[in-house]
Nanobody, 127 residues
């Protein structure tokens, strides 16, 4: 059973930064595209950022472009999300997800394209 564990969430003031990490129990995670999603209270889960299997392609939601950066370290089976210039509207539970083996060059944005999910980590941005 594949397990994903997020860490790094917390409370930060608007304009501040946080770095989320996702550790994957599957050592073959280097073969899969990965993504970060978030869910705010009363809203659906939305795509934040994705990265393809070798880190050669990334994609972001328009709302976070230029502020967030996704990266991966396949040797350590980890995926990270650096979040800068945080806004109150970034407040949500953030989830790490594993996609399919190989996959398209540009990682998908649809929730249905991801098979395994972590438990989530809370990010709260105070204004």
């Amino acid at each position: 059973q594949v397990q994903l564990a997020e860490s790094g969430g917390g409370l930060v003031q608007a304009g501040g930064s946080l770095r989320l990490s996702c550790a994957c129990s599957d050592r073959t995670v280097s073969m899969y595209y990965m993504g970060w999603f978030r869910q705010a209270p009363g809203k659906g889960r939305e795509f934040v950022a994705g990265i393809n299997w070798n880190g050669g392609s990334t994609d972001y939601a328009d709302s976070v472009k230029g502020r967030f950066t996704i990266s991966r370290d396949n040797a350590k089976s980890t995926v990270s999300l650096q979040m800068n210039s945080l806004k109150s509207e970034d407040t949500a539970v953030y989830y790490c997800a594993r996609g399919h083996r190989g996959g398209p060059w540009v990682p998908p944005k649809n929730v249905e394209e991801y098979d395994y999910w972590g438990q989530g980590t809370q990010v709260t941005v105070s204004s």
